[in-house]
């Protein structure tokens, strides 16, 4: 069936510092991606989305592209800030009913 | 402004009592779900709905109920509210295909004692 996998449960990082969150997925369809993000006591918010056909999503200075090579849409950023802290999910739309989150990787970004 | 709203924002219930988790949107969204959110487990869906009078079984609906009386509400509900029920609720709304996103509203912490 189809799946999302985020291995990283935490990561801290220091201001300045890059980052970069893994997300790998499953499907036997043409997925649409997805990367939310939930800050402290809100519900989550999109961040960005990637269709087959644009293949990349940048938003607020974070950047995931999709392989399809290695079914992959990893997030990253160049140059992170204590007000990036908070929970990331990866997540696949599929043509089902409901979109597929990961387990969430919570970000601490140290001052 | 098009958004997602949840009442109660916390909640404290007793065992064996119940609970009714409500959420309204704005966004005319045909499709709602129920997410609850437990350190561990991510976002885990317990029900939604494709439209007015549909509720549907999610991935973990067993001791939880739906009810979707209009386009704009669905609830969420515990009949016999247990201590293992206790978490964050979310609700979301959605537009039809995959290449739509959810908007989330800020969820009900619920406390089961």
């Known amino acids: 069936g189809d799946s999302v996998t985020q291995k990283q449960g935490q990561v801290t990082l220091s201001e300045d510092d890059f980052l970069f969150i893994n997300c790998t997925y499953s499907t036997t369809t043409y997925p649409t991606l997805f990367w939310y993000v939930q800050y402290p006591g809100q519900g989550p918010q999109l961040l960005l989305k990637v269709t087959t056909a644009n293949n990349k999503g940048i938003s607020r200075g974070f950047e995931a592209t999709y392989d399809k090579g290695t079914t992959s849409f990893h997030l990253q950023k160049a140059s992170v800030q204590e007000s990036d802290s908070a929970v990331y999910f990866c997540?696949?739309?599929?043509?089902?009913?409901?979109?597929?989150f990961g387990k969430g990787t919570h970000l601490h970004v140290l001052p | 402004e098009a958004a997602v709203t949840q009442s109660p924002r916390n909640k404290v219930a007793v065992t064996g009592g119940k609970v009714t988790l409500s959420c309204n949107q704005t966004n005319n969204h045909n499709n709602m779900y129920w997410y609850r959110q437990d350190t561990g487990h991510g976002l885990r869906l317990i029900h939604y709905?494709?439209?007015?009078?549909?509720?549907e079984k999610g991935d973990i609906p067993d001791g939880y109920k739906a009810s979707r009386p209009s386009q704009e509400n669905f609830s969420l509900i515990l009949e016999l509210a247990t201590p293992s029920q206790t978490s964050v609720y979310f609700c979301?709304?959605?537009?039809?295909?995959?290449?739509?996103?959810?908007?989330f509203g800020s969820g009900t912490r619920l406390l089961v004692i």
């Open positions: 997540a696949l739309g599929t043509n089902a009913y409901k979109v597929i």
């Open positions: 709905s494709y439209g007015a009078g549909s509720t």
């Open positions: 979301a709304s959605g537009d039809v295909g995959q290449n739509s996103d959810y908007t």
